[in-house]
């Protein structure tokens, strides 16, 4: 009895594996053809979105306002040469040719596309120019006789400073500039050049002719003042043998931390005969 039943089992068995395995092969031949058949009918002639973040986009980056002064520096630094009381008093008479686009590792480059909607744009730079040296008079490092901007008198470009290796560390400046119509004008108690945020119109450096002499000008304080302004760590004295490192004698030079590592010098100087006084980013 008990093999019987079993010759009747192995006789039911065999043809159902014989169906199982023929199943198998057919699944394993059309079935990932026929599952890629839906998928596709799910995707295709629909627009679906996703945010993606991308390497030229500065604003997916928050840059201390160190690092922002570093990078700055350096992208100013891979353009032009010292300031110095000679290309002071050339710059009224000639065209700024200073600024070109080039590559390297830092680049300082005229922002053709113009401003994004996250920066202060060519309408407001005045006003935020004028908001700022309200501020810097207030604080004591501008005199109170420097005269407000007035958007026919100046010109305005706004530039990027990129880390090209890390396109995302960039900063985008407005370059303020008394223009050439008024470069017979009095120029006394006027700002000649600044550079300011295009984010939060922080003015980064600037010149401003003023009747002053270097010894009416404390450095320490003004430079404490305005890394207060800047929202930047305490500064401290630059060291230097170098005696080549201004042609005016009326200066000091003095360190911000950058990234890292890495420092920023700043220099507090007056050219003498022009009266001009200047706060700028070492270069």
């Known amino acids: 009895m008990k093999k019987a039943m079993s010759g009747n089992w192995r006789q039911l068995l065999s043809p159902a594996l014989l169906v199982l395995t023929v199943l198998a092969v057919v699944l394993s031949v059309w079935g990932p053809e026929t599952l890629a058949v839906y998928t596709d009918r799910g995707i295709l002639n629909q627009i679906r979105t996703q945010e993606e973040e991308t390497g030229g986009e500065g604003y997916r980056y928050q840059l201390s306002s160190n690092e922002k002064l570093y990078i700055l520096s350096?992208?100013?630094?891979?353009?032009?040469?010292?300031?110095?009381?000679?290309?002071?008093?050339?710059?009224?008479?000639?065209?700024?040719?200073?600024?070109?686009?080039?590559?390297?590792?830092?680049?300082?480059?005229?922002?053709?596309?113009?401003?994004?909607g996250k920066e202060i744009t060519d309408e407001q730079i005045y006003e935020t120019a004028n908001s700022g040296l309200s501020v810097l008079k207030e604080m004591g490092i501008l005199p109170e006789e420097i005269r407000e901007i007035r958007a026919e008198s100046y010109g305005a470009t706004l530039y990027s400073a990129i880390d090209v290796p890390e396109p995302r560390n960039n900063v985008a400046v407005w370059k303020l500039s008394l223009t050439g119509s008024l470069q017979n004008a009095n120029k006394e108690n006027r700002l000649i050049d600044a550079y300011i945020d295009a984010d939060d119109g922080k003015i980064y450096e600037f010149y401003v002719r003023a009747q002053l002499d270097w010894e009416e000008i404390d450095p320490d304080a003004l430079i404490e003042a305005w890394g207060s302004y800047m929202g930047l760590s305490s500064p401290e004295a630059y060291e230097t043998e170098n005696p080549l490192l201004e042609t005016t004698p009326y200066y000091k030079k003095y360190v911000f931390s950058g990234s890292g590592e890495e420092r920023t010098i700043v220099t507090v100087g007056f050219y003498e005969g022009i009266n001009e006084l200047f706060l700028k980013i070492s270069r």
Do not use: I, K, M, W
């Not at 009381?85 to 596309?113: I, K």
């Open 74 to 116: 350096r992208c100013l630094n891979a353009q032009t040469l010292p300031e110095t009381e000679q290309s002071a008093r050339a710059r009224d008479t000639e065209p700024d040719t200073a600024y070109r686009e080039l590559a390297g590792t830092y680049a300082f480059v005229v922002n053709h596309n113009g401003p994004s």
